[in-house]
């Protein structure tokens, strides 16, 4: 999805009612690219809400925005699932079809648009962060590392589609090695 695409839907419909966890401010030579949020409970339009999803200046890093990045969405989808949105439908679903990369037909965007709207945002949908082990560098770029057993629970708990529990042997996660001597 391009950023334009997220700040037309977030517009599409209304803006999204979100608190932004801090004061968020940051400077840019592009002024488009400037972030001015102010801590508290707000309506966020297209461009405030990109703002705080691009907005990277938390006291835990990477971890603060993806926390935020996933409260925001869940409120995005709390939001879009509203009978407010349903005759926003064909304008939701042109956004997509014009704005997002995919080999869908609109018909079969517009399908799986009601199956959403059918969903509630409270019970059928999910964030997660994966479990981390650490952090590392290969060869000059960082690398978070998998808690592969706390993983494997998570995928049991959220996205497992069988009926027997997924194992370690049924799973593949890349393992980078340096093989420097040092």
Do not use: C
Request: glycine share 6%; charged share 25%; net charge negative.
């Amino acid at each position: 999805m391009s950023l334009e695409a997220f700040k037309e839907l977030v517009d599409a419909i209304g803006g999204v009612e979100f608190y932004v966890p801090q004061d968020m401010k940051k400077k840019d030579q592009d002024p488009r690219l400037n972030i001015d949020l102010k801590q508290g409970h707000q309506r966020l339009d297209g461009d405030k809400a990109l703002q705080l999803v691009r907005f990277r200046g938390y006291p835990n890093a990477d971890i603060g925005r993806i926390e935020t990045q996933q409260r925001f969405l869940l409120a995005l989808a709390d939001q879009l699932l509203t009978v407010a949105n349903v005759p926003k439908l064909p304008q939701l679903v042109s956004i997509f079809a014009e704005r997002v990369e995919t080999d869908l037909s609109f018909r079969d965007l517009q399908w799986f648009a009601r199956k959403v709207m059918d969903l509630d945002a409270e019970t059928d949908i999910t964030v997660a962060t994966l479990p981390i082990a650490g952090f590392g560098n290969y060869q000059g770029h960082n690398y978070v590392y998998l808690a592969k057993d706390n993983l494997l629970e998570l995928i049991n708990q959220t996205i497992n589609p069988f009926k027997y529990p997924i194992t370690a042997g049924d799973i593949s996660i890349i393992r980078l090695q340096d093989n420097r001597s040092g």
